[in-house]
Nanobody, 127 residues
Framework: QVQLADSGGGLVQVGDSLRLSCAAS????????MAWFRQALGMEREFVAA????????AYADSVKGRFTISRNDAKNLTYLQMNSLKPEDTAIYYC????????????????????WGQGTQVTVSS
């Protein structure tokens, strides 16, 4: 079993940056694909970014490409989402998620295919 704890959200202004962190515990997650999703009020949970368990491949939603960067530090069991040039439409609860990587297609852009979830961290971008 893997437990995920995400953090780093907050209230920022348009154009600001934030870095979200996701700490994994319970078992080594080095073989896990990791992803970030977000859910705005009244909307369905949507894919934001993912990083392959090997660390060599990443994927992004078109809406965040060029502004967000996903990374991982397996030695520390951490996954990050660096968010730059934030916009009001980035306002949402952000969730980190993971699943076993080997044998699964990438990216895991369908939230129903992720097995482990953080509790979510609120990001609010004010104009």
């Amino acid at each position: 079993q893997v437990q995920l704890a995400d953090s780093g959200g907050g209230l920022v202004q348009v154009g600001d940056s934030l870095r979200l962190s996701c700490a994994a515990s319970g078992r080594p997650f080095t073989s896990f694909d990791m992803a970030w999703f977000r859910q705005a009020l009244g909307m369905e949970r949507e894919f934001v970014a993912a990083i392959r368990w090997t660390g060599g491949k990443t994927a992004y939603a078109d809406s965040v490409k060029g502004r967000f960067t996903i990374s991982r530090n397996d030695a520390k069991n951490l996954t990050y989402l660096q968010m730059n040039s934030l916009k009001p439409e980035d306002t949402a609860i952000y969730y980190c998620a993971g699943r076993a990587g080997p044998g699964n297609t990438f990216p895991p852009s369908d939230y129903r295919r992720l097995d482990y979830w953080g509790q979510g961290t609120q990001v609010t971008v004010s104009s």
